[in-house]
């Protein structure tokens, strides 16, 4: 079974630049997740998705920050304009239904680097 | 939500059993023990969870306390890929399985 792919799997950019970083969960997974990762911290939940609906975005920065999954299946995180301190690793995740049972299956990751 | 307790870093002998232990003394009745690691570039990966009888998987173990305020995950026979940060998480009361990780604990794994 293919697993969660994220790209880019790396990205440089100046700050006040705009970037986005695209998901594609497990087929048939209904819930999507972007984790925000600093370096030598645990991941982050930024938003969560159940199909195209989001469930929770309370620690997403939404005046720079906007996330869709417009039908259902892949989804893209954007940052715009970026800053030094959104410096990370944005993980993707999916899981089968959301609920809390369910095992989160994470992507590699997008290393972002903000100069 | 509850939050959890770990040691920030730990060494384990290759072959040996790793015993990875993690405090949640404020767990409610019905929160879950997850267990995830983290091998260095890569995303975090499930390794098991349980909610007050002890697990087993083909990874590892996991021994829950009987007032649930502890658990040990533990890896029986460890060996090099298993070095990676392990993160230990209580989930939380509102629906849905959102995962709050912490620092984790650094296992190394050494020859």
């Known amino acids: 079974e293919a697993g969660v792919a994220q790209s880019p799997r790396y990205k440089i950019i100046e700050k006040r630049q705009s970037v986005a970083f695209w998901c594609n969960p497990i087929?048939?997974?209904?819930?999507l997740y972007w984790y925000q990762q600093i370096l030598g911290q645990g991941p982050k939940l930024l938003i969560q998705f159940q199909n195209n609906g989001v469930v929770d975005d309370s620690q997403l920065p939404k005046d720079r920050f906007s996330a869709e999954r417009l039908k259902g299946v892949d989804s893209t995180l954007k940052i715009q304009p970026a800053k030094l301190e959104d410096s990370a690793v944005y993980l993707c995740?999916?899981?089968?239904?959301?609920?809390?049972?369910?095992?989160?299956?994470f992507g590699p990751g997008t290393r972002l680097t903000v100069l | 939500d509850a939050k959890t307790t770990q040691p920030t870093s730990m060494d384990c002998a290759e072959g040996r059993a790793a015993n990875l232990p993690c405090n949640h003394s404020t767990i409610s009745g019905n929160e879950y023990v997850y267990w995830y690691r983290q091998i260095h570039s890569q995303g975090p990966q499930y390794i098991i969870h349980g909610l007050k009888n002890n697990e087993t998987n083909e990874m590892a173990s996991l021994i829950i306390t009987e007032d649930r305020k502890s658990s040990t995950l533990i890896l029986p026979h460890a060996t090099l890929r298993d070095t990676a940060v392990y993160y230990c998480i209580v989930s939380p009361l509102k629906a849905g399985n959102m995962l709050t990780f912490g620092g984790g604990t650094r296992l190394m794994v050494k020859p």
């Open positions: 087929s048939g997974h209904a819930t």
């Open positions: 995740a999916s899981s089968l239904a959301g609920g809390r049972r369910d095992t989160q299956y």
